[in-house]
């Protein structure tokens, strides 16, 4: 070694370079692992990688949307890492508040400044646009559709934003694709006319899935109908297979054993299908009272976990290659977890899943179904995760923060924001919580202690530029 090479190891500030380099890589893979639902300290190996469900876009700006249901991972789950660990007694500071045309249980997407979600109006299904910052309404497509149960009426689907197009069914199972910009009617399906397919009893409540350039519907019709993929740009069908009946819950993409694959939660069991035609790669029979297999599959690694209500319980399943096919295998059957309607679908966080059984809110091992902790106060709630933390509105408008561990339920802020029933879960875009009962939407700031409105929001708020109100009407 030279002696110029041994004065700069020897070099003060090649230790300090090395140190913050050692720092920065620390830094990354800290922010990975959070990515991945992993904790670093772990292991390599003692935990599955867990992976979102299906994102629509890599990038930093679209990880702060929620541009469709449970959010850009599909997983009730926001990579936002900048919110408060505690909230005033009143609350987070309200931007603003709507009241809706008519009820619905649809949820909302928020993309690029925009909000999209579903209402009743007057005889009518309504696709509506607001500015997600003021609450201004953009556009409304509207179009002939009424459905009414004995637990609601209005469309219950979140409707899905993919780059400048919206896609959106309602209760009564029409597919609509949307200009995102504008609200115009780009093509449509009718998943009952044109497919057999079946209404259950409490209404067509899936949220379209849209992967590479197909969306992927349940329309639940017999003779090979009960699935569909539509072009996403044309609204040609690509293809359809099974006869399932149909259930309420919503499909996801997973890749698993190394096989790409769309999975459905049908009234009769869990199906994974190619997405490129439809061909059943395996299945799982779960059947439930009234056909409620409601609640989203959750795809992480090489498993999946399905949980129903009316005490059928849960299943943890592992994905394996099988003599050149995929089979599947249960880890474990049992009624830890009865998630009851898809709205209380549960989170998965660094190997544990947070979730309503019935009406008390647990947190189970994913692996091993341990049970962790159980608390009540909120019935049949709903929750969401971020920064390390859980948002959860209670059936009847109690908003609550917590942390997001299995020690203990820890409780950091709680207060009564609505007092109608709360079917629809929040969702977080940007550091705004957007949350709605039947007949009203709030959007609340999580990033500014109340008091901190500072001269930096109204400007924002007041020099939006004025955009046209475009309304649809029933399209051709």
Same mark, same amino acid.
């Given at each position: 070694?030279?002696?110029?090479?041994?004065?700069?190891?020897?070099?003060?500030?090649?230790?300090?370079?090395?140190?913050?380099?050692?720092?920065? &890589?620390?830094?990354?893979?800290?922010?990975?692992?959070?990515?991945?639902?992993?904790?670093?300290?772990?292991?390599?190996?003692?935990?599955?990688?867990?992976?979102?469900?299906?994102?629509?876009?890599?990038?930093?700006?679209?990880?702060?949307?929620?541009?469709?249901?449970?959010?850009?991972?599909?997983?009730?789950?926001?990579?936002?890492?900048?919110?408060?660990?505690?909230?005033?007694?009143?609350?987070?500071?309200?931007?603003?508040?709507?009241?809706?045309?008519?009820? %619905?249980?649809?949820?909302?997407?928020?993309?690029?400044?925009?909000?999209?979600?579903?209402?009743?109006?007057?005889?009518?299904?309504?696709?509506?646009?607001?500015?997600?910052?003021?609450?201004?309404?953009?556009?409304?497509?509207?179009?002939?559709?009424?459905?009414?149960s004995d637990q609601g009426s209005g469309p219950?689907?979140?409707?899905?934003?993919?780059?400048?197009?919206?896609?959106?069914?309602?209760?009564?199972?029409?597919?609509?694709?949307?200009?995102?910009?504008?609200?115009?009617?780009?093509? $449509?399906?009718?998943?009952?006319?044109?497919?057999? =397919?079946?209404?259950?009893?409490?209404?067509?409540?899936?949220?379209?899935?849209?992967?590479?350039?197909?969306?992927?519907?349940?329309?639940?019709?017999?003779?090979?109908?009960?699935?569909?993929?539509?072009?996403?740009r044309t609204g040609a069908l690509r293809w359809?297979?099974?006869?399932?009946?149909?259930?309420?819950?919503?499909?996801?993409?997973? +890749?698993?054993?190394?096989?790409?694959?769309? /999975?459905?939660?049908?009234?009769?069991? &869990?199906?994974?299908?190619?997405?490129?035609? %439809?061909?059943?790669?395996?299945?799982?029979?779960?059947? +439930?009272?009234?056909?409620?297999?409601?609640?989203?599959?959750?795809?992480?690694?090489?498993?999946?976990?399905?949980?129903?209500?009316?005490?059928? =319980?849960?299943?943890?399943?592992?994905?394996?290659?099988?003599?050149?096919? /995929?089979?599947?295998?249960?880890?474990?059957?049992? +009624?830890?977890?009865?998630?009851?309607?898809?709205?209380?679908?549960?989170? /998965?966080?660094?190997?544990? &899943?947070?979730?309503?059984?019935?009406?008390?809110?647990?947190?189970?091992e994913v692996l091993t179904a341990e049970m962790?902790?159980?608390? %009540?106060?909120?019935?049949?709630?709903? &929750?969401?995760?971020?920064?390390?933390?859980?948002?959860?509105?209670?059936?009847?408008?109690?908003?609550?923060?917590?942390?997001?561990?299995?020690?203990?339920?820890?409780?950091?802020?709680?207060?009564?924001?609505?007092?109608?029933?709360?079917?629809?879960?929040?969702?977080?875009?940007?550091?705004?919580?957007?949350?709605?009962?039947?007949?009203?939407?709030?959007?609340?700031?999580?990033?500014?202690?109340?008091?901190?409105?500072?001269?930096?929001? $109204?400007?924002?708020?007041?020099?939006?530029?004025? +955009?046209?109100?475009?309304?649809?009407?029933?399209?051709?």
């Amino acid at each position: 070694m030279s002696v110029a090479t041994e004065r700069r190891l020897r070099s003060p500030w090649t230790g300090l370079s090395l140190g913050l380099f050692l720092v920065a &890589l620390a830094a990354l893979g800290l922010a990975v692992g959070r990515l991945v639902g992993t904790d670093p300290s772990e292991p390599q190996g003692s935990r599955p990688v867990l992976q979102p469900g299906h994102v629509l876009d890599s990038s930093a700006a679209a990880a702060l949307d929620w541009p469709q249901w449970r959010g850009p991972g599909r997983d009730g789950v926001s990579e936002d890492a900048h919110l408060p660990n505690h909230w005033p007694d009143t609350g987070p500071p309200v931007l603003w508040k709507r009241r809706t045309s008519g009820p %619905g249980y649809s949820g909302i997407a928020v993309q690029a400044g925009r909000l999209y979600t579903m209402m009743q109006d007057g005889a009518d299904e309504a696709v509506v646009c607001w500015d997600a910052l003021t609450g201004e309404e953009l556009w409304r497509f509207r179009y002939r559709a009424y459905f009414v149960s004995d637990q609601g009426s209005g469309p219950r689907s979140t409707p899905t934003v993919d780059g400048n197009r919206v896609y959106a069914v309602g209760a009564t199972g029409r597919l609509h694709c949307l200009d995102a910009q504008s609200g115009k009617l780009l093509w $449509r399906r009718d998943l009952v006319g044109e497919l057999s =397919g079946r209404i259950p009893d409490w209404g067509v409540s899936f949220s379209p899935l849209v992967d590479g350039d197909q969306v992927f519907t349940h329309p639940g019709g017999p003779a090979g109908s009960s699935l569909a993929a539509f072009d996403k740009r044309t609204g040609a069908l690509r293809w359809k297979s099974l006869d399932d009946r149909p259930a309420y819950a919503s499909p996801i993409t997973s +890749t698993a054993a190394g096989v790409r694959q769309v /999975l459905f939660f049908t009234a009769e069991a &869990l199906v994974s299908v190619d997405p490129r035609n %439809g061909r059943l790669y395996w299945r799982y029979p779960w059947t +439930t009272m009234m056909d409620c297999n409601i609640a989203t599959p959750i795809a992480f690694g090489d498993y999946v976990f399905i949980s129903s209500g009316y005490q059928r =319980g849960c299943a943890l399943l592992k994905i394996v290659p099988e003599g050149g096919a /995929l089979g599947v295998e249960a880890v474990y059957e049992n +009624t830890r977890m009865c998630n009851h309607f898809r709205f209380r679908t549960c989170v /998965l966080h660094q190997g544990h &899943l947070y979730g309503f059984h019935n009406t008390q809110l647990v947190c189970m091992e994913v692996l091993t179904a341990e049970m962790r902790w159980r608390t %009540g106060g909120f019935r049949k709630g709903s &929750l969401i995760a971020a920064d390390g933390k859980l948002i959860i509105l209670g059936e009847y408008g109690k908003l609550a923060l917590a942390e997001a561990t299995p020690e203990a339920y820890r409780q950091t802020a709680l207060f009564r924001l609505l007092r109608r029933r709360c079917w629809t879960p929040p969702s977080l875009a940007d550091g705004k919580l957007y949350v709605r009962d039947q007949w009203q939407i709030r959007c609340l700031d999580l990033r500014r202690p109340r008091g901190e409105l500072t001269q930096s929001r $109204r400007p924002i708020i007041r020099i939006l530029p004025e +955009t046209k109100r475009v309304q649809n009407g029933d399209g051709p």
